[in-house]
Each structure stands twice: as structure tokens, then as C-alpha cells.
């Protein structure tokens, strides 16, 4: 199934992170680790039950990082699928928790909820007919049948998106399917995180990393040989390096930075998420990779307390 894989972000405080994204938006947190790459900050997944590709919003917090600006070559909206009769309830909801939001709009035939997280990332609801049938993870109070069900779309903001919209297409499987305005849609077959639009903005400001800004966009491959297959052809095809192969534990990913500059990842489904801990206890405990736990003392002596509802 192609599609997003994951997003990862960049906020300030990992413990309001926590908050909004389990008490305020009912994501499930599937893995508190680190980023393997800088080990004294916190690596926090968020998801479904068990955290199925396409339903997995990652952060780093960088609580001193400066605010980020979006802007050309980045991600500028990650958008979530909840049931069509269901947006009523989020702006409800969005009302009573203070949540910075707009009035809902139409967006190639569906209804759109903007609003941003605590550090101003720009993220929406979308309202899918037929969603309610689909499996949603639901523990705290909000009612299942109102609950996220994973990646509707990403938008990018780009120059110019042709080289771009040629690497989703060739590479990742997705097809144009329409546009309004400046912005085109591109879509691969599977529901969960299958849609790409690209907002075509020339003559914008370049984007800016900080608090609020999306780090990267991660696209599935099945395994590692269909992962080496998609890399060949971002090479070969596209003219376009990429980096070896890393393994992130619970999942193997290979990097890029697509022509219109944003950084792309390609990340494999397997192993999950339940590879170093049951579905009943994931995000509980601090897990780190093997290489990392003989630091294991130096690591948590610097990483703020996070405790997690049992």
C-alpha cells in the first residue's frame, strides 16, 4: 500500500506536546524514545492503537529551538480524517480547550477544520464520508465514533511543483487527481495518508526550521527490498542522492530531499512499533535501541520528567 508513512515535527516542550496530542486531539503516544541522532532529546510517536503506518505524527522537542517559518520547501499543513458527522464535536471541543482554529472550509469537495498546536503548527481536520467504519483508538473522552482515523493528506508549499509531483508519481505511486487554484492534488491508492497536495507559491519566503515546522515526510515501502527498489528510482530516475540505510528500530529508512527542497524519507512497515514492548503498555516507558542503553542512566539524567496515564 503506498501512502504517508509518518511526519515528524519539531515542538517546544515535550510535556504540553503530550498533552495536546493525547488530551486534547486522543492520539494514542505508541513510543517514547529518542532521536537516535541526538540522544538527550526525546523521540514521541503518536497514533492508533498499535501505530499503524499512516497514522503516525512524530516530534522532536527542541524547547529553546527558535520558532520555525513556513514557507517554500516544507510541509505546510499535515490534515487528519474524522468522520463527517463528527466536525461539530471538534469545534465544540476546539472552543472549550482554548484550541487556535478557523472556520471550516471546502477543499476539493470535502470540509475542511484548520487549526494549529501549541507551538503553531498548521494542521486541520478533514470530514470523510464512509470514515466512521474504520478502526479509530479511543481510551480517553472523546467517543469513538468521533475520533481521528489517521492521515488524510500533507500539503507542501513549493516554488514549483513539477520535479516534485514527477518523484510522487514515478517513485511513490501517486496520481494527479485535481486542482484548484495553485493547488494540486495527488493521490495513491489506500485511504490512510493518500493524499499529497502541493500548493504551488513562487516568489514566497523559504521556509524556516523551528518549534511548529514539519522536519520531514516519510513514504511507506512494504521492506527492504521495496524500499531499495524506490530508492533506485529517486537515483536513476530523478537524478537525486539519497542516504544509506538507517535503522530507526521500528522501522529502516533511507533520506532525500526532493527537488522542491522538502526532506522525504522512505520508511518501511516492518517491524512496528510492538517490536520492544506489548500493544497493552506502548508508550509507557522509556525504550532506546540496543546501542543506546549502556547510556541509558546518562540519557534520562537530561531528558525532562513525561510521565504517561496509565
Given at each position: 500500500m503506498a501512502g504517508v508513512h509518518h511526519v515528524t515535527a519539531i515542538c517546544g516542550r515535550a510535556e504540553r506536546n503530550l498533552a495536546f496530542y493525547t488530551h486534547v486531539l486522543g492520539l494514542r503516544l505508541v513510543k517514547k524514545t529518542v532521536n537516535f541522532d541526538d540522544p538527550g532529546t526525546y523521540h514521541l510517536y503518536y497514533g492508533d492503537e498499535v501505530g499503524h503506518p499512516g497514522t503516525i505524527l512524530t516530534f522532536f522537542p527542541w524547547e529553546y529551538a527558535p520558532l520555525g517559518r513556513a514557507g517554500i520547501g516544507q510541509a505546510e499543513q499535515i490534515m487528519f480524517r474524522v468522520p463527517a458527522s463528527a466536525l461539530g464535536y471538534w469545534m465544540h471541543r476546539f472552543l472549550e480547550r482554548g484550541v487556535a482554529h478557523e472556520q471550516p472550509i471546502k477543499r476539493f469537495g470535502e470540509t475542511t477544520l484548520a487549526f494549529a498546536d501549541?507551538?503553531?503548527?498548521?494542521?486541520?481536520?478533514?470530514?470523510?464520508?464512509?470514515?466512521?467504519?474504520?478502526?479509530?483508538?479511543?481510551?480517553?473522552?472523546?467517543?469513538?465514533?468521533?475520533?481521528?482515523?489517521?492521515?488524510?493528506?500533507?500539503?507542501l508549499?513549493?516554488?514549483?511543483?513539477?520535479?516534485?509531483?514527477?518523484?510522487?508519481?514515478?517513485?511513490?505511486?501517486?496520481?494527479?487527481?485535481?486542482?484548484?487554484?495553485?493547488v494540486h492534488r495527488l493521490r495513491a491508492k489506500g485511504a490512510i495518508g493518500g493524499i499529497v497536495d502541493i500548493h504551488e507559491a513562487g516568489g514566497f519566503l523559504p521556509a524556516a526550521m523551528g518549534r511548529g515546522?514539519?522536519?520531514?515526510?516519510?513514504?511507506?515501502?512494504?521492506?527492504?527490498?521495496?524500499?531499495?527498489?524506490?530508492?533506485?528510482?529517486?537515483?536513476?530516475?530523478?537524478?537525486?542522492?539519497?542516504?544509506?540505510?538507517?535503522?530507526?528500530?521500528?522501522?529502516?529508512?533511507?533520506?532525500?530531499?526532493?527537488?522542491?527542497?522538502?526532506?522525504?524519507?522512505?520508511?518501511?512497515?516492518?517491524?512496528?512499533?510492538?517490536?520492544?514492548?506489548?500493544?497493552?503498555?506502548?508508550?509507557?516507558?522509556?525504550?532506546?535501541?540496543?546501542?543506546?542503553e549502556l547510556r541509558r542512566k546518562e540519557i534520562e539524567a537530561v531528558l525532562p520528567p513525561l510521565e504517561v496515564a496509565a
Open positions: 501549541p507551538d503553531g503548527l498548521r494542521m486541520a481536520l478533514v470530514a470523510v464520508a464512509g470514515s466512521e467504519v474504520e478502526p479509530a483508538w479511543s481510551a480517553g473522552d472523546i467517543p469513538r465514533e468521533h475520533a481521528i482515523r489517521g492521515f488524510h493528506s500533507v500539503m508549499m513549493l516554488e514549483d511543483g513539477a520535479r516534485t509531483a514527477a518523484v510522487l508519481t514515478d517513485v511513490f505511486g501517486f496520481a494527479q487527481v485535481g486542482r484548484e487554484g495553485s515546522a514539519v522536519h520531514h515526510i516519510a513514504f511507506r515501502a512494504a521492506d527492504d527490498g521495496a524500499q531499495a527498489e524506490l530508492a533506485r528510482k529517486v537515483r536513476d530516475n530523478h537524478g537525486v542522492q539519497t542516504t544509506e540505510r538507517k535503522d530507526r528500530h521500528y522501522f529502516r529508512s533511507i533520506y532525500f530531499r526532493e527537488p522542491g527542497g522538502t526532506l522525504f524519507e522512505i520508511a518501511t512497515d516492518q517491524p512496528g512499533f510492538t517490536v520492544d514492548e506489548s500493544p497493552a503498555v506502548l508508550g509507557h516507558a522509556l525504550k532506546l535501541p540496543q546501542f543506546l
